[in-house]
Nanobody
């Protein structure tokens, strides 16, 4: 059974930082591209960042320079370091997994991912 479990969300003031984690089980983690998305009520899920099996990364313009995605294959975990947070970053943050061994493609849409975590709430106060 595949499970993705996010953690690390919470309440932070504008300008602060948070580090989200997503622990995966039930998949050969090193063969998967891992993505981070966020969603606010009434809006579509928004792509934030992706990391390929080899560690290459790609970011949405809205978070480039502020957020950093990384992975630890030994721990089956992907991270999202979020700095300089803004109130508009408030959302539920989800990690996602797509089987993509040896792929150099960047997957930026929700439909391209097979597995999702339940999400962790991030609230940024002004």
């Amino acid at each position: 059974q595949v499970q993705l479990v996010e953690s690390g969300g919470g309440l932070v003031r504008a300008g602060g930082s948070l580090r989200l984690s997503c622990a995966a089980s039930g998949i050969p983690f090193s063969a998967y591209a891992m993505g981070w998305f966020r969603q606010v009520p009434g809006k579509e899920r928004e792509f934030l960042a992706v990391i390929t099996w080899s560690g290459a990364t790609y970011y949405a313009d809205s978070v480039k320079g502020r957020f950093t995605i990384s992975r630890d294959n030994a721990k089956n975990t992907v991270y999202l370091q979020m700095n300089s947070l803004k109130p508009e970053d408030t959302a539920v943050y989800h990690c996602a997994a797509r089987y993509a061994p040896s792929s150099t493609s960047y997957y930026t849409t929700a439909l391209q991912y097979a597995y999702w975590g339940q999400g962790t709430q991030v609230t940024v106060s002004s």
